[in-house]
């Protein structure tokens, strides 16, 4: 499967964003889809899952009750609406699919990735 994402840009903290991620294929509820990020000098970490219906979510505590993954599969689309944005959350936002039926929060079990959009959240 191939990911594009999109919807990246610089908002102002306290502000709002939502990314895209296009998925190509026709395999799409097959995954379970994550959002990754990674900041300047630092390692990509984990932000939000949802599960192949979209009935289970997960979130990094950092986000908890800021952000929110959405999906659609009848337009192959999973969502990352970011509200009260903070300077911290600045990062190339990655979105990634797992094959698997564990929830996993970590990079090595994701096995197909997009580009990354950048998000810059100024203070």
């Known amino acids: 499967v191939q990911l594009v994402e999109s919807g990246g840009g610089l908002v102002q903290a306290g502000g709002s964003l939502r990314l895209s991620c296009a998925a190509s294929?026709?395999?799409?509820?097959?995954?379970?889809m994550g959002w990754f990020r990674q900041a300047p000098g630092k390692e990509r970490e984990f932000v939000a899952r949802i599960s192949r219906s979209g009935s289970r979510t997960n979130y990094a505590d950092s986000v908890k009750g800021r952000f929110t993954i959405s999906r659609d599969n009848a337009k192959n689309t999973v969502y990352l609406q970011m509200n009260s944005l903070k300077p911290e959350d600045t990062a190339v936002y990655y979105c990634?699919?797992?094959?698997?039926?564990?929830?996993?929060?970590?990079?090595?079990?994701?096995?197909?990735w997009g580009q990354g959009t950048q998000v810059t959240v100024s203070s």
């Open positions: 990634a699919a797992d094959s698997t039926f564990v929830v996993h929060t970590t990079e090595l079990f994701y096995g197909y």
């Open positions: 294929g026709r395999t799409f509820n097959s995954y379970a």
